[in-house]
């Protein structure tokens, strides 16, 4: 069974960072691209980064271009989000998502975690 | 603002048809395929539809996906209570080289 755990959210000053980590099992963790994405309080769904299987291939939405950064440990099944410079707008629930294929690129998100939220206020 | 436009709500009532389209642009849904996404109050967003109109298993027939140009439609038929829920459509976007959503669509069972 596939299972995504996040962890790592919490209350943070803007201007703050945050790691988030995404712990995940039932299936080979490094045949997966996987991305991460957000949604504030009663709002949708936004797209924040994604990275390839092998983690050699990261891509970042406008918004969070240059403060944020998605990694991985394959020997871990973990993947991350280090999130810099946060502002009140990063504010949401975090989800990671796993991918159909290794490569990052039209597909799909097959499952999701359950969330993890983070909140940026003073 | 989404990328990708959404009607914001839509009802029907149990045994219903509804309809709920998806607007974008040749950069995403012109050029790649359309996923679904329905989430159910207080929970994680799970996949309804794939490559515009495919079910995963598990996925009542009721529930079917089309596609045409830079617009797509998520249809329910036979609606039943345990449907309400928000209802997303997303793309690749090969302009933005990331993914795209729309901006939800709640759906009320009246």
């Known amino acids: 069974e596939v299972q995504l755990v996040e962890s790592g959210g919490g209350l943070v000053q803007p201007g703050g960072s945050l790691r988030l980590s995404c712990a995940a099992s039932?299936?080979?963790?490094?045949?997966?691209?996987m991305s991460w994405v957000r949604q504030a309080p009663g709002k949708g769904l936004e797209w924040v980064s994604a990275?390839?299987?092998?983690?050699?291939?990261?891509y970042y939405a406008d918004s969070v271009k240059g403060r944020f950064t998605i990694s991985r440990d394959n020997s871990k099944n973990t993947l991350y989000l280090q999130m810099n410079s946060l502002k009140d707008e990063d504010t949401a629930v975090y989800y990671c998502a796993k991918d159909l294929r290794v490569v990052v690129g039209p597909g799909y998100f097959d499952y999701w975690g359950q969330g993890t939220l983070v909140t940026v206020s003073s | 603002q989404s990328v990708l436009t959404q009607p914001p709500s839509a009802s029907g009532t149990p045994g219903q048809r509804v309809t709920i389209s998806c607007s974008g642009s040749s950069s995403n849904i012109g050029s790649n395929a359309v996923n679904w996404y329905q989430q159910l109050a207080g929970t994680a967003p799970k996949l309804l539809i794939y490559s515009n109109n495919q079910r995963p298993s598990g996925v009542p027939d009721r529930f079917s996906g089309s596609k045409s140009g830079t617009s797509a439609s998520l249809a329910i038929s036979g609606l039943q209570s345990e449907d309400e829920a928000d209802y997303y459509c997303a793309a690749w976007d090969d302009s933005l080289n990331g993914w795209v959503f729309g901006g939800g669509t709640k759906l009320t069972v009246l």
């Open positions: 039932g299936f080979t963790f490094s045949r997966y691209a």
């Open positions: 990275i390839s299987g092998s983690g050699g291939s990261t």
